[in-house]
C-alpha cells in the first residue's frame, strides 16, 4: 500500500510537470516565501492585535501557529521522520522524480507540511475568530478568502517539489484542527482575558 501511494503522488509530480510554465514558476515561489518561518501568519496576528475588537482574534491566529508549531513541525515530523522527495532513495524513484530546482532545496522532514499547515492554521483561526468576535460582513468574508491563500501556499509545496501530495493533505488537516484548537483555549480562557483590559471589549 505504501509503494501504491508513493506510485500515485510520483504520478501527481509528472501531470504538475505538464502544465508547468514560467509565469506558474514565479507564482508560487512568491506564494511559498510568503510562508517562510511563518512570516506572513505571524504578521497577521500581530496586526489583529492592534485594534482593540480584534486582539482575541490576533490572539486566535498567533496560538494557532505556536500549537502548528508544537504539534506539526515538532512531534509529528519527527515521529514520521520521513525525507523530502528530492532526498528518497528508492532507484524507480529517483529515476522518475526531477526537482523543479525553483528555490533552494529546503531542510527538514517533508511529513507534514509546515507551510500547509501554518497557512490553514492561521485561516481557520482568523475566519472562526471573526465569526465569533465580529459583527462584520466583510471583515468575515476577508478572512474567509484566506483559505484560498492557503490552499495555494499548500499547493506550492507540491509545486515545487519540496512535498508530496499526502504531506500538504495532511499538513491542511492538522492546520485546520489547529485553528479549531486555538479557537476552544483561546474561548476557555476568555474570561480571564476579559479582566485583562488589553483585551477587554
Known sequence: MFYSILSFELEVFHWISTWASPFWDTFFVIITRMGNNAILFLALGLFLLLPKRTRKIGLCVLLSVGLVVLINNIALKSLFGRPRPFL???????????????????????FPSGHSAGAFAAAVAWLLGARKWLDNRRAQIAAACSLVLAALMAFSRLYLGVHYLSDIVVGSLVGVGCGFLALWMIRLAEPQLNKIAFFRS
Open 88 to 110: 528518497l532513495e528508492y532507484d524507480w524513484w529517483v529515476q522518475g522524480f526531477t526537482f523543479p530546482g525553483l528555490i533552494p532545496q529546503p531542510s527538514g522532514l517533508a
